[in-house]
Every structure is written in structure tokens, then in C-alpha cells.
């Protein structure tokens, strides 16, 4: 297998942002909306003084803010569980032959995982459930076909992701912040 991008998903990369904040328009102060938009450009978690100054907007309940900063804190342990879940579930995934091989394919998977999780924090710091573009998911979509992504051990990441991640908080927590995971493993189990 060819570690080799095509043309194809090189061309399909940059159009695969699967992050929208259009409509949070009217819900969210302008300023507020630029945060998450700048921090999505920029493809990093929310800073302290990003969630500073969305706390300071009074527009989202402190607890979605604290949310979002325990798991931007616990990324990289929340991404370690899903890899583990998965590597678990799929155990010759990453041998030779398998979908995520050679090692430079399970990486990729892996940073797709991190990524996910930043996105599902934007939802929930804005307090927003609808944080996905169509159009990015539908390129997303393309681009996972054309690399051949195994999609089934991306839901079951997805998916251990928000188990890693709803374990963090009490049950009346886990219930609120849910639909923000769900939401996104809908829309991933949508592929073809």
C-alpha cells in the first residue's frame, strides 16, 4: 500500500473541515464566533483566554466552558483510550496488511481521532450541538474514500472517544454532554 497522497485527497484535504460556526450567527456574540473560528484555522483546542473571554460574554453556561477545558486538558489521554479501544477491538488493524498499515496510516488515524474530540469541545463551549458543515463532512466523506480509511474503526475511536471522555464528569453531566458526541458519530456513521 502507497503512503503516497493522491491528487485527489490532496485537493480533498483542505476542503474536509468539518467544523461550521454559520449558524451560531445571532446565538453567539460576532467576537465569540471568531475565537472558535480562528482556533478551528488554526486546528488547536480552545485556549485558557479563549475560554476566558467566552466566559466573560455571559452567552454560555459556565459549566459547557468548563467542559471544554477538561477536555482539551485530557486530550491526548481521551485520544490514547479511543487508540487503545480500537487497537483492542480490530487487533491486526495495524500488522501488515491491515487498514491502518503501514504506521504512517494509524498516525493519520490517530490525529483524526484528536481532531474529532477539538471539535466536539467547540459544540460544547459554544453550547452548541450543531458545530458540523455539511459540505466539510461530504468532502471528509470523499477524502475517507479515497484513502481508503477503515470507517468502521473510526466510529468504534469516535465512539470510545466519547466514553473516555463522558467518564470525566457525574451522570447528570454525561446526559448534557452526550448529544455533542452523538452528534458528530451520527454523522460519521453517514459515510459510505
Known sequence: M?????????????KARIVSF?????????EIIQLFQTADDEGRYLTDSDLNLI?????????YI????????YAAEIVDEAREKVLTTYPNIT??????????????CWRDFWHFLRC????IAGN??????????YYMNLLY?????????????????????LKRFSSEQQTQLAPYFDHLVARLKEFS
Do not use: H
Request: with cysteine; net charge negative; glycine share 8%.
Open 2 to 14: 502507497t503512503t503516497q497522497l493522491t491528487e485527489t485527497a490532496k485537493q480533498l484535504i483542505p
Open 22 to 30: 454559520k449558524s451560531w450567527v445571532g446565538l453567539l456574540p460576532t
Open 55 to 63: 466566559k466573560s460574554s455571559s452567552a454560555v453556561p459556565i459549566f
Open 66 to 73: 468548563e467542559a471544554a477545558s477538561l477536555l482539551g486538558e
Open 95 to 108: 500488522a501488515e496488511g491491515g487498514d491502518l498499515y503501514p504506521p504512517i496510516r494509524a498516525e493519520a
Open 120 to 123: 466536539i469541545s467547540y459544540g
Open 128 to 137: 452548541n450541538i450543531e458545530f458540523t458543515s455539511q459540505e466539510g463532512l
Open 145 to 165: 474514500q479515497e484513502l481508503r480509511v477503515p470507517l468502521s474503526a473510526m466510529v468504534c475511536g469516535l465512539e470510545a472517544i466519547k466514553t473516555a471522555s
